[in-house]
């Protein structure tokens, strides 16, 4: 589901003895970036990197010259420029986590500014690849656009573009009707264009220069791409399903709900909207911080690729309130905890510890929606409040451990009946469907003999929390059980990879005769987690050998 919050001013409520704030015009889906860059984080005059979305740069350079330039006192762009003539070469821009996005409504935006009339080429792709299509947008040295897209020529309305001015491109497709519009600074070029391409969704933007071009310098800045990511919803709560005025059960990821509530935390679902339901957490026992913690699906921990943390909050009064994301049922890893205090400022810490207080500031009363954007490979996070970056790019020093639990809470300090609304939460990651969260022996007993082979082969089935097969090449591990076996019981054999969700132990062997049972792990997923679990037991002998020479030999049994 696509959350949205109700865009209504509202006087506050009582329901249920609970206080509902007024809940204003929320940013809304458009705000919610699958490519983010504007390079005010940027050093002037360095040149632009190659790390990709997660950190606002392209992936690749196409051999053309970067710097990062003033466009004022307060504002940075990207200037682009190359020694070479009458070549394609564009900027290769992906969206967060390599996604591909093929539904709903796909809205680029950028900002260019040519330094010439020239010939300059923009061109909409899928992930990966530019066999698709989508639109190849073009600036030509006459001062006019041309487009095309895999239906031929498009038709264009007639707009010209001069040296050295701003020009704001608006691109976007609808890719549940196939069609795209194109706007140069509020004008309409090209309307409901039926784009043809329905086998792959849109993934790449290539910025660059055309064939022919003289390679003429241009600014880039205020790239924006904004839809649906197609990323695995491992946390989403909206409390719609929810009865108003009841208290916030504790069913976990699963029901929508928190895994664990402070005991003296009230967590009522109140209705400030007619509507709209939210989550509205308060406390008045200010001798201990009371929180709300989240789990994700099969408490699953996520270690890889990109994590989002969405949600809308607002905030009765100033006070000490924190949202914090740690690794699953622990606190003993911060990879960020953004505070506020209680005259109005905010800062942030992580394990690595305090930041500088930020620049902005809360209001009371105020509907904010915030972003929290995390790279797992490079252990670093980005916080966007309503669709602006407030810190960016910060290291949190972790990585030993994976995200996995957001928790709300109000300290000690806080003073009591503040509260806090929580609407629109919602996690979703980039690899979530690699992770292992279900393993099942595919059989339940077995023989064998020592040092042989275990045949037919042990199986162990792996399912993703979404009860989907993982990936190819998952590892799993068999061990030993313990107290079962004898002492010195050993293993061998014991590792190999899944093929379409199913991990095979051909080379299985115990080293003694004895009662097993065994366990089956994967990351951090085990056997030993399903609620209705059985050991796989298999009973190991010393048997009888058969020697290459063809005979055979009785071997006594003690």
Known sequence: M????VSVLVLACSIASTECLAWGASVGPTDRYALYADFDNKVTGDPIDTRGGVFGEPTELGSLDTEIVWVDQTNRALRVSSALTNFTRPLIWQLLG?????????RITFDITPSALDNYSIKIRENNGSSRLFLTFALTNTGHFTASDANGTIPMAAYAYTANSVLSIELVFDMTALTSSIHVNGVAMSTDRAFKVSDRGI????????KYSSSSPFDLDNIRVTGPLPFPTVLQADFENKTTGAPIGRGGAEANEPYGLGSYLDAIVVEPVAGNKVLDLSTTYTSVGQAARWQFLKNMEIRSGVIVLDFDIQLSSLNHYAIGVYEPLHLEKSFVNLQFESDGS?????????????????????????????SASTSTYTIFR???????EQNNGITTRGIGAVIYRAYSATVGSAHMQLDNLRVFASDAEKIPAGLEFLEKNRSAIANEPVTPAVEVGVVNAFGEAVPDGTPVTLEIDWPSGPPGATLSGAGATTISGIATFSNLKFNMPGSYGLAAHSLDASS?????????RVSVTLGDYIFADGFEDEIKHE
């Open 346 to 374: 905010m800062r942030v810490h992580d394990a690595n510890g305090y930041h500088p207080t930020l620049a902005v500031s809360y209001n009371a009363g105020q509907l904010y929606h915030y972003r929290f954007l995390f």
């Open 528 to 536: 030993l987690d399903a609620a209705n679990f059985r050991s796989l």
């Open 386 to 392: 309503d669709g602006t970056p407030i810190l960016r």
């Open 203 to 210: 993934g790449r933007l290539m910025i660059g220069y055309d």
């Open 98 to 106: 390599n996604a591909e996005i093929n539904q709903g409504e796909v």
């Open 2 to 5: 696509r959350l949205l919050l």
